[in-house]
Every structure is written in C-alpha cells, then in structure tokens.
C-alpha cells in the first residue's frame, strides 16, 4: 500500500506527519494508493478539494480542533487500520454564481453552498426550485443548501435538519429567518436544482461561500448536486461515518 502523507500547519499535525513518514514508506501524493491526512476537518475539506481529481480515497487523522471527518490519531499498524476502513462516497455540490460586475463563478462544495447578508439590511432572496418560484423574497440573514456530509456543520447550528448519508436528499436551511415568519426550510431530492436571485442587492449586497470559497456581491445563486465529482474518504470501522452521522440526532 503506497501512502503519502499530508498535514496541516498545526505544529502537532507537522510533527505526527513527520513521524509517520520516518516510520513508514512514503510516496508523492501523484503516486499514492491512499492519502494520509492530518489535521481537523478544515484541512480535510482543502485536500478533498485539491486532490479530487486523483481520484485517491482520503483517511484522515484527527489533529485538530473539529475532526467529524476524522479518525482518531494514531500511529501504529497504519496500513493495517486502511485495509480495514469503510469507505464513505461523497458527492459535491456545485455552485454557480453571477456577481454584480457580470463575472460568473463556479466552485465544489462538501459541506454547504451559503448565503449571507453583507450589510446591516436583512438580505431578500427568492427561492427557485427546478425554475419554479418557491419563496417570491425570504427576508433573512441568509440560507443554505447541505449535503448530508455536512448537515452535521453549518446547517445543524442553523437548526436544520441532520441527513443520513446514503438518504439522496439535500437540506434547504434559512439563516435567521423574519419572513415568512413559519418556514424553517425543506429537505429535497438531491437531484434538485435550487436557484436564488438577490432582490435589491445595491441596498441589501449577499456574498455566497462554497465551504471555504467566497464569492461577494451575488445577483444570482445555482446549487445542484454534481454529477461529474466524487470522493472517498475511509473511516475505521468504530467512527463509521453513517453511524456518526445517526447518532448525531441523540446528541443532548
């Protein structure tokens, strides 16, 4: 099993790479079987998203602040613990936006595709499911589309709901929803296309995020799971991410 190993700038994370690659043969990551990450889920986010067309599953360790997408930290019997994970396939979600100035913007996302009011003016969004009007203007700070993977993150502490991951849903989160006063969001098909258009964005400016990537001053949003990208992340059989994600919901 060829590794390579990859880590953070975390001084534990530098130190236990450095580790790993004295106690076990290494690779460059172009020649790997699996790539070794190192870090919190943060980190685990940016190698998926710099890696993905390698096609190479990722086992990460935690060493970070957050590590839902991690296993535990250990050194021992490292290819041992690989040959025995679970592999868990995500599917991004694909952001397209159009900015005030023309520009178009395309970019992946594992965890969500959000929208944020940048000023003290509430932000005005319609909502457009398949091209159909579902929201003429929400009134709210902003909104979210999750993937089950990351409806355990943002979407959770915005009150949505938490999906099992082989569900073939998405979840359509508001952010500090004032109007309509009683939506708190949907749970759609994956193969939903959701569409935003920004009312009075002069006065009320939005910026949209692909988990880390931010565009500023949107007019309009498309979200849709991709159908082109995927990636494997592996997990000991103890930290199965389908059981993490489940038992998340009993969590007080």
């Known amino acids: 099993m060829r590794l390579a190993i990859v880590a953070s700038q975390a001084p534990a994370a530098r130190e236990a790479a450095a580790a790993l690659i004295k106690r076990y043969d290494t690779v460059p990551i172009e020649s790997a079987d699996v790539i070794v990450a190192l870090g919190g889920d943060g980190f685990m986010l940016r190698?998926?998203?710099?890696?993905?067309?390698?096609?190479?599953?990722?086992?990460?360790?935690?060493?970070?602040?957050?590590?839902?997408?991690?296993?535990?930290?250990?050194?021992?019997?490292?290819p041992g613990r690989i040959a025995r994970a679970h592999t868990a396939t995500l599917r991004p979600l694909e952001m397209r936006a159009t900015t005030a100035d023309g520009e178009e913007h395309a970019a992946l996302a594992f965890n969500e595709v959000s929208l944020l009011r940048r000023s003290n003016q509430a932000a005005h969004v319609g909502v457009y499911l398949n091209g159909s009007e579902k929201l003429e203007a929400l009134i709210c700070d902003g909104i979210l589309v999750s993937t089950p993977a990351g409806s355990t993150a943002y979407n959770l502490s915005a009150h949505g709901p938490i999906l099992p991951l082989d569900a073939n849903v998405l979840a359509l989160t508001p952010i500090s929803?004032?109007?309509?006063?009683?939506?708190?969001?949907?749970?759609?098909?994956?193969?939903?296309?959701?569409s935003f258009k920004v009312r009075d964005p002069e006065l009320r400016p939005v910026?949209?995020?692909?988990?880390?990537?931010?565009?500023?001053?949107v007019l309009a949003v498309d979200v849709y799971q991709s159908g082109s990208y995927s990636a494997k992340l592996l997990f000991d059989p103890e930290h199965n991410l389908e059981e993490r994600i489940l038992d998340e919901q009993f969590v007080l």
Request: charged fraction near 25%.
């Open 177 to 194: 929803p004032f109007r309509p006063r009683r939506w708190r969001g949907a749970i759609l098909p994956h193969a939903t296309r959701v």
């Open 207 to 217: 910026s949209t995020t692909a988990d880390f990537h931010e565009v500023r001053d």
């Open 47 to 78: 190698t998926l998203h710099g890696h993905l067309g390698l096609d190479v599953p990722v086992y990460g360790m935690k060493l970070g602040r957050i590590g839902f997408l991690m296993n535990q930290h250990r050194a021992d019997d490292l």
